[in-house]
């Protein structure tokens, strides 16, 4: 099945090997990812940033495991914004199951921790998240993001998933159960945003995912922070076509 395009291409999100290099720190401080090792990897890496996420995706794959990171983030992205629910849920196990491969053969790689959860959560939000918690996948989530941030201690888009992981357990089963069966918190919660926006302090997804989990957790009380969040994340400058469709994702929150 041919995968969406892009809908927002744009001049600013092309990066040359040089200007990606220039701007590596600040397009991967949310998940920590260290410089490719290769030319192709680069090229892998500027049709990411420009939003070519299928031709991303084949590229870190025709590498193997040293492109698993472009081609996994490439296939999340492609699934969660541009893909209808089939083909969301079918791509998202796609990339659980090579992060499964990877963390035994790269125990030491904090993205096949991170991309495994991000997918499984992912995963979890379209079946429901009561059906998820009843196979256990809470569990395979929480303990892949905890050995990302044991792996990688500022890997920020990891505190925002353990933020979401609080907060939809609290959404669905209640405060008590949460903490007594997934050791889920409020608290928690809370904590996991705030760090992330304290290592990412200009990220839009930090303040859109903020924003849900206080509604999850704190509803109509919730709500005008929340607000505030979303506006500041659709306010905010896109440096590559993740970052546009995170800022898009803002606006359409707020309009809705």
């Not at 941030?149 to 669905?172: F, M």
Request: hydrophobic share 45%; charged share 25%.
């Amino acid at each position: 099945m041919a995968w969406k395009p892009f809908p927002y291409p744009s001049a600013d999100y092309e990066y040359s090997s040089a200007t990606l290099k220039r701007a590596w720190p600040a397009l991967h401080a949310g998940d920590a990812e260290p410089w490719p090792r290769s030319a192709a990897l680069v090229g892998a890496w500027i049709d990411f940033h420009a939003g070519r996420f299928e031709q991303a995706a084949q590229a870190g794959l025709e590498r193997g495991l040293a492109g698993y990171s472009v081609a996994n983030k490439a296939s999340c992205m492609q699934a969660v914004y541009l893909s209808d629910r089939t083909r969301k849920c079918a791509l998202l196990l796609e990339v659980a199951e090579r992060c499964t491969h990877q963390q035994k053969e790269q125990p030491d790689s904090a993205a096949a921790f991170y991309w495994h959860a991000f997918a499984l959560g992912r995963h979890a939000q379209e079946i429901s998240v009561l059906e998820a918690l009843a196979r256990g996948v809470a569990g395979q989530v929480r303990s892949s993001l905890d050995t990302t941030l044991r792996l990688e201690p500022r890997h920020a888009d990891a505190h925002i998933a353990l933020g979401v992981y609080h907060a939809e357990i609290i959404d669905k089963v209640g405060a008590l159960v949460g903490a007594l069966t997934y050791g889920a918190s409020r608290d928690e919660a809370l904590r996991h945003f705030r760090r992330a926006l304290e290592l990412i302090p200009g990220s839009a997804i930090a303040r859109v995912e903020y924003a849900r989990g206080l509604q999850l957790i704190d509803g109509r009380a919730g709500a005008a922070q929340a607000r505030e969040l979303r506006e500041q994340a659709a306010a905010s400058t896109a440096h590559d076509a993740m970052e546009r469709l995170d800022i898009e994702r803002a606006r359409q929150e707020i309009a809705a």
